[in-house]
């Protein structure tokens, strides 16, 4: 006990560390494996100089758990004397992703004062999404808190779930497989949520930032057809779940079943059962507008 009260004492003391951080509460930054924000750049330059400078391990400052790095002292004591005012938005990960309920690195050319806000984005897709979208900022500080509580970890906003999508229990198409790795790999591989992607109601999970991205060019490219349910299942009019080892592509479009047997049932019959689902998956749109949560085993049409 009385050597953490002595290593309390000593950080307290240590004007070096400059933790301006109450004790024992954890944030949700942008940092590298060192601890350092904004890849080392100098927050304060934003304003200052209106655009993306170096900063200096020589001038640094730790605030929120995230060790930020200054051009020179000036700008150090300008940010310690108010952090708030200096320190990027959202943690300093895309304002874009968290807008849409998830989160992504940035890159400091990509970036915008907002209001007196630092706020920055991943690239200019996402630059472009954000402008593009007025409600982009509103959206963003209505869901960045919720990113604070579930640490970080991706989430499609309730009232973003308006389409039809088979999305687990956290929000995953897929099961949380690389979609792209069924189209270019030819087989099924886990995704990594360090990787994600928003479309159309549901979460893409991807092996590699590279596959996140070519998915990000096209996704009706790589998206499975029928909002990821089962394929075969769709040939009978039926919403049901899947097994994300059974796939197939067919002409060039993903098709996920729900076990081996319902993809033997579908492949006895490719070409009609595909237009028997690609029928059913009209009639289930137009019945459920605004998407529907669970499976429906009522067919959509009369067989």
């Known amino acids: 006990m009385k050597y953490l009260l002595l290593l309390s004492l000593l950080a307290t003391l240590s004007h070096s560390a400059c933790d301006a951080d109450p004790k024992g509460k954890t944030y949700l930054v942008n940092i590298d494996d060192k601890g350092i924000i904004l890849d080392g750049y100098d927050p304060v330059a934003f304003f200052t100089d209106q655009k993306p400078v170096k900063g200096s391990a020589s001038f640094t400052f730790t605030y929120h758990d ?9 700008h ?25 309920g998830h989160l992504a690195p940035i890159h400091v050319e990509f970036f915008a004062l907002l209001d007196g806000r630092l706020i920055l984005q991943n690239n200019q897709r996402a630059l472009d999404g954000w402008n593009g979208d007025s409600m982009s900022l509103q959206k963003a500080d209505k869901y960045w808190p919720e990113l604070l509580s579930r640490s970080g970890k991706p989430f499609i906003p309730a009232d973003e779930k308006k389409n039809l999508v088979n999305r687990n229990a956290v929000d ?78 067919v002409d060039g479009y993903l098709l996920l079943h729900g076990a081996p047997s319902a993809k033997a049932s579908f492949s006895k019959d490719i070409p009609g059962n595909k237009a028997k689902a690609d029928q059913n998956w009209s009639i289930l749109l137009a019945k459920y507008p605004q998407g529907k949560s669970g499976y429906d085993d009522a067919p959509a049409t009369q067989k």
């Open 66 to 74: 995230a060790v930020y790095w200054f051009a020179n002292a000036e």
């Open 172 to 249: 995953a198409v897929a099961e949380g497989y690389d979609v792209v790795s069924y189209m270019v790999e030819q087989k099924a591989v886990k995704g990594d949520e360090k990787n994600v992607k928003p479309y159309n109601g549901g979460l893409y999970f991807f092996t590699s930032n590279e596959n996140k991205q070519m998915f990000s060019a096209d996704p009706t490219k790589f998206a499975p057809l029928y909002g990821g349910y089962c394929a075969y299942a769709m040939s009978l009019g039926l919403l049901r779940p899947i097994d994300p080892s059974s796939f197939q592509i």
């Open 76 to 100: 150090q004591k300008m940010f310690a004397a108010n952090p708030e005012k200096y320190a990027p938005q959202y943690g300093g990960y895309c304002g874009y992703a968290v807008s849409q």
